[in-house]
């Protein structure tokens, strides 16, 4: 037990820094795992593969039947799914539309249809982990 006459230890600034980096980070987490389970209910990794394991957003806007005025929205999600090493990157240009997106192979588990040497889509189990239902079971469960 503590006793009264024990002081407390301020945080230097680097440490309450760190601190802060920690807490924004934990707090948007979710953010990486919502992102991927958008790219799979849209179907982008199984559209990758269809269109040879490389395509632009052009491409995955044709692909995926998505309207033009999805876009930009596409190109946030794909920047940070790239970012977080679900899908490769390799940009010819600084255009946006000519940036081409690949399957890594984190995301070929995701693509639909294709068993990959014994190991089977991944997708279903990161949709019912990121369902709703999951979530407020796991939260009911404390």
């Known amino acids: 037990m503590a006793t009264k006459s ?15 980096a920690d807490l924004w980070r934990h707090s948007l987490y979710y953010l990486k795992s919502m ?16 269109l040879g394991g490389a395509a632009s957003l052009p491409d995955l806007i044709t692909s995926l039947s998505l309207p033009q005025a999805k876009l930009p929205f596409l190109h946030r999600l794909m920047r940070l799914l790239s970012s977080s090493g679900v899908f490769s990157v390799s940009e010819e240009s600084t ?5 081409v997106y ?17 190991h089977i889509n991944h997708a279903p189990f990161l949709l019912t982990a990121t369902s709703t239902r999951y979530i407020d079971l796991v939260l009911m469960q404390n």
Not at 37 to 45: D, F, N, R, S, T
């Open 102 to 118: 690949g399957l890594t192979p984190l995301s070929y588990l995701l693509v639909e249809g294709i068993a990959a040497d014994g």
């Open 6 to 20: 024990q002081s407390y230890i301020v945080p230097t600034d680097a440490e309450l820094l760190q601190a802060q």
């Open 95 to 99: 255009e946006v539309m000519a940036i």
């Open 35 to 50: 992102a991927l389970k958008c790219a799979v209910e849209l179907g982008i990794p199984t559209a990758i593969h269809r």
